[in-house]
């Protein structure tokens, strides 16, 4: 299924932040670089009133997203037992948000290969236009957050990155918003390791 690429338009686009809680951290690599990355979108999403969601995957055992992160602004916070984020609750809010459903899903969080990929599948389904930030995702195998990449590149999703998605949110220095990103990006995003060949050297780089 092969989406219409299109700008991102804050008014028309959902963020969902899937399952970045504290009992998942000791598991994932890279897991503090992913939540920096996660924060500073998550914070320039709320500057230019992106609207939120928040699901924690069974929190009662693995706890609630984690500290790092300020999800005050957040439509809802809901907990889930469903991998998908796509549940009867998310649903009911997200149409009450749209008046129906957005144009744009971008969904960021944890595992890009489990609850990730089943929540793009299913929005996907519905011609929702899903933006996977690939470098606020994570799995516990970095083969496994790969090839799930992959897979949702084929099935239609657009593989994109933090600064990516800000920049097009934002579009014109003349934005209002436009300096209070700004000071969020003056930091580089940090690396995920996305870029690796089998060697582990960074794709394109020259071996010394």
Do not use: W
Request: aromatic share 4%; with cysteine; glycine share 4%.
């Amino acid at each position: 299924m092969a989406l219409r690429r299109c700008h991102l338009n804050p008014r028309k686009t959902l963020f969902l932040l899937c399952d970045i809680q504290e009992k998942f951290r000791p598991a994932m690599p890279l897991f503090d670089n992913m939540v920096k990355n996660v924060d500073k979108l998550t914070r320039a999403g709320k500057a230019l009133d992106v609207p939120l969601i928040v699901t924690e995957h069974y929190p009662e055992k693995l706890g609630k997203t984690v500290a790092q992160l300020d999800v005050s602004h957040a439509k809802l916070v809901s907990g889930k037992t469903l991998f998908s984020m796509v549940t009867p609750e998310v649903t009911a809010v997200i149409k009450d948000i749209f008046s129906g459903k957005p144009e744009d899903v971008v969904l960021y969080g944890l595992e890009s290969h489990i609850c990730v990929e089943q929540t793009a599948i299913d929005l996907l389904e519905q011609n929702i236009n899903v933006y996977i930030v690939a470098d606020c995702c994570s799995s516990r195998l970095k083969q496994d957050r790969d090839l799930a990449l992959d897979r949702l590149r084929q099935a239609g999703c657009v593989i994109t990155t933090s600064e990516s998605v800000i920049f097009d949110l934002v579009r014109d220095k003349n934005n209002p918003k436009f300096d209070i990103v700004r000071k969020m990006v003056n930091q580089p995003s940090v690396d995920m390791e996305l870029t690796r060949d089998g060697s582990g050297v960074p794709a394109g780089s020259a071996k010394l």
